[in-house]
Each structure stands twice: as structure tokens, then as C-alpha cells.
């Protein structure tokens, strides 16, 4: 494919340290790619759009498959067994950029949430982010433990999807804009700050979501607004 930064993409020795989750842990790397900025570049050349089939609060644009095949090298050499999984069946990437005015998100994006709730006990559903931007007051990604029973929360959610914004916040008492703290459904557990060039990968059934906790610095331009490349690995786990 033409027009993609010179190759090798990745560092070879990033920084890492790990952050500690309910139910698990969040790989954080530093230093990911060797020339950064040159993907900023790249991403502010194609055409964002809203993603079809997903409640994202914003536009996204699909990456090349060469960078996907070395996004899947450097999850398999540096992640994949802390997160206790053995082999990657499937890599979805896409660049994506969070821009949604507060006041025009769906309630179902009120709330955080997972990428994957429904997978066989043999699944790991991996998923990751990797900043793209300068400025911290973007957001983060803040992680989530459930206060209220499996049950309960998915009747949330399916309210969530069909109900108007007025009718569901008094319903359920969850206020509008993004969640960036504690409510009556979930408790705030921790944030792992946005930084440049930095990368997370957890496991995808952790509530978790971006922490925008500044709407008003949002911006569709890829070189001023947020701007991250999200990975999702689906893996068969390790044998205990």
C-alpha cells in the first residue's frame, strides 16, 4: 500500500509498566511507535466517518492491513501472555477520534462499557488504545467495577438503547455527558492518564471508558483532536 511511513513501525523495547484492575491488569507502553507523528500525518490525509454497527462518539477510518499484521507481531511479543492468552485467531484495528458534543450523545454513551461481553471461557478478548495526541486534557481511559448484578446492567443498557435521553435519566439516574467518575451503577476504580505515543491494552470485558473530562478541546482534525489507533485481539487462552 502506498503512501504508509517507512517501515519498521514499532519499537522493538518499549516502556512498559502495569497497572492493577478488577478481574485483571492494564499493560501500559511507552514509546510505541518509532515515528509517530508521521502516522498523524497519515491518518489526517484519509476520511473519517461515524462507524457503522458501533455506538462510538465519533468518526473512525479503517487502518492498513500491513500496520494490523505488526500491531499483531508487537501484542503477541509483548502483551498477549501477561494477559494470560496463547495465540491471536483475529485483529481489527482502526484509527478513531472522539468528538461527539455532550449534548448530542446517546444515553447508551453515557455510561462506560465493554467491547466484548459475551465470549466462551477459552475466548480472551483483548482489546488497546494508543494515544495520538499532544494534549492530556484529551482524556485517558478510566476503568469501571459493576455495583449492580449481570442482570440488572443489561436491563440498563437495553433501556439505554431505546428509551429518549429525559425519559432514561430519570429513569436510572445516570447524567448525561461522559463518564469520567462514580455513579449509582458503577464505581470508578481507575484512570490511566493519555500521553504521547503511549499505549494500553486490557482485557475487553473490563467496564472501562475514554475520560473526557474536557468535551470542549474535542475537534474532528486528526492533528488537534483525539486521535488513537484501537486494537482488539481475539485470542484463545492459555491452559491453566
Not at 144 to 159: F, K, L, Q
Not at 204 to 222: C, K, M, N, V
Not at 227 to 233: G, I, M, R, V, Y
Given at each position: 500500500?502506498t ?6 513501525w ?6 512498559v ?6 478481574g485483571g491488569?492494564c499493560?501500559v507502553f ?9 502516522w498523524?500525518?497519515w491518518?489526517a490525509?484519509q ?5 457503522q ?5 465519533g468518526?473512525a477510518t479503517?487502518a492498513?492491513a500491513?500496520l ?7 501484542f ?12 491471536t485467531?483475529e ?16 444515553p ?12 466462551p471461557?477459552d ?5 488497546s488504545v ?14 469501571y ?6 442482570a ?10 431505546r ?8 429513569r436510572?439516574g445516570v447524567?448525561?455527558?461522559y463518564m469520567?467518575a462514580?455513579?449509582?451503577?458503577f ?9 504521547w ?5 486490557y482485557?475487553g ?5 475514554g475520560d ?6 474535542l475537534?474532528?482534525d ?10 482488539f485481539?481475539n485470542c484463545?487462552?492459555?491452559a491453566?
Amino acid at each position: 500500500m502506498t503512501g504508509l511511513p517507512a517501515s519498521p513501525w514499532f519499537n522493538p523495547r518499549p516502556r512498559v509498566h502495569e497497572v492493577a484492575l478488577p478481574g485483571g491488569r492494564c499493560l501500559v507502553f511507552d514509546d510505541v511507535l518509532l515515528d509517530p507523528d508521521a502516522w498523524v500525518d497519515w491518518a489526517a490525509a484519509q476520511t473519517f466517518e461515524p462507524p457503522q454497527g458501533v455506538p462510538y462518539p465519533g468518526v473512525a477510518t479503517g487502518a492498513p492491513a500491513p500496520l494490523a499484521q505488526r500491531m499483531e507481531e508487537f501484542f503477541a511479543t509483548h502483551a498477549r501472555s501477561k494477559l494470560g492468552a496463547r495465540r491471536t485467531t483475529e485483529t481489527t484495528l482502526r484509527f478513531s477520534i472522539v468528538s461527539t458534543p455532550p449534548a448530542e450523545l446517546h444515553p447508551v454513551q453515557w455510561q462506560c462499557h465493554t467491547d466484548m461481553p459475551m465470549v466462551p471461557p477459552d475466548v480472551l478478548f483483548a482489546a488497546s488504545v494508543l494515544y495520538l495526541f499532544h494534549d492530556p486534557q484529551l482524556g485517558g481511559t478510566g476503568f469501571y467495577r459493576p455495583r449492580r448484578s449481570d442482570a440488572e446492567i443489561s436491563a440498563m443498557y437495553v433501556d439505554a438503547k431505546r428509551m429518549d435521553p429525559a425519559r432514561f435519566a430519570e429513569r436510572h439516574g445516570v447524567t448525561p455527558g461522559y463518564m469520567t467518575a462514580s455513579n449509582d451503577w458503577f464505581d470508578h476504580v481507575e484512570s490511566v492518564p493519555a500521553a504521547w505515543n503511549r499505549m494500553i491494552v486490557y482485557d475487553g470485558r473490563i467496564f472501562h471508558s475514554g475520560d473526557i473530562a474536557a468535551p470542549e478541546r474535542l475537534s474532528t482534525d486528526p492533528r488537534r483532536g483525539r486521535l488513537t489507533l484501537n486494537s482488539f485481539f481475539n485470542c484463545r487462552r492459555a491452559a491453566r
